[in-house]
């Protein structure tokens, strides 16, 4: 970055760099755009900011971003708790919630099995998983796996399928999307109807 650059911007941009999909040239437009705004806009950026340091937590049971732990979700009465609905990431819940079929609970791994990348089942929120599927005190029935129609996917799922199988037998049945969505689709970027279609059609 050039030696004009004023140390503020610069430090704001290498944040920047730092995000999905952004690079150095990029990264430094988005600093200068916000230094051009009025301070009062900058003030509630970064306080935005500073409040998912300290008010955003993982929910100490499903493992989604929330406010609380345990989130809304888990902790809704209502919501089917024979069902657990196992994704990659936090954003997936809410593409599945929006398709408005599914009123079961959820579980998080914080990503998929890809050694390439370097992430083993040992980097993943699976243990969690095994501990809500202890009997005698779970009341869980369906593991239903919504995971990318890709080769991390596929291989988490098959994965899940044989630990859950090993370790519970035929207490709990296990079911994956149906494959309404594209190989190497993303599940975040799916419709809701797509998503609707796969939940209610999964086996």
């Given at each position: 970055m050039s030696k004009h650059t004023p140390p503020p911007i610069h430090d704001v941009a290498a944040e920047f760099d730092g995000l999905p999909g952004v690079g150095p040239r990029a990264a430094l437009r988005y600093a200068y755009w916000l230094v051009s705004q009025p301070k009062e806009r900058i003030i509630r950026f970064s306080e935005a900011i500073r409040k998912l340091a300290e008010q955003i937590t993982r929910c100490n049971v499903c493992g989604l971003w929330s406010s609380t732990s345990p989130c809304i979700i888990c902790a809704n009465p209502k919501r089917d708790q024979s069902k657990v609905c196992v994704v990659a990431h936090p954003q997936d819940v809410?593409?599945?919630?929006?398709?408005?079929?599914?009123?079961?609970?959820?579980?998080?791994?914080?990503?998929?099995?890809?050694?390439?990348?370097?992430?083993?089942?040992?980097?993943?929120?699976?243990?969690t998983l095994y501990k809500r599927l202890q009997p005698p005190v779970s009341q869980i029935k369906e593991i239903v796996l919504a995971f990318d129609p890709d080769v991390p996917g596929d291989t988490t799922a098959l994965y899940l399928r044989k630990q859950i199988s090993d370790q519970f037998g035929e207490q709990v049945r296990i079911t994956r999307l149906a494959r309404g969505l594209p190989n190497g689709a993303q599940l975040e970027y799916a419709d809701e109807m797509t998503v609707a279609e796969a939940l209610e059609n999964r086996k």
């Open positions: 809410r593409i599945l919630e929006d398709s408005g079929v599914y009123n079961g609970l959820y579980h998080v791994l914080s990503g998929t099995i890809d050694p390439i990348s370097g992430r083993t089942p040992e980097s993943l929120n699976f243990p």
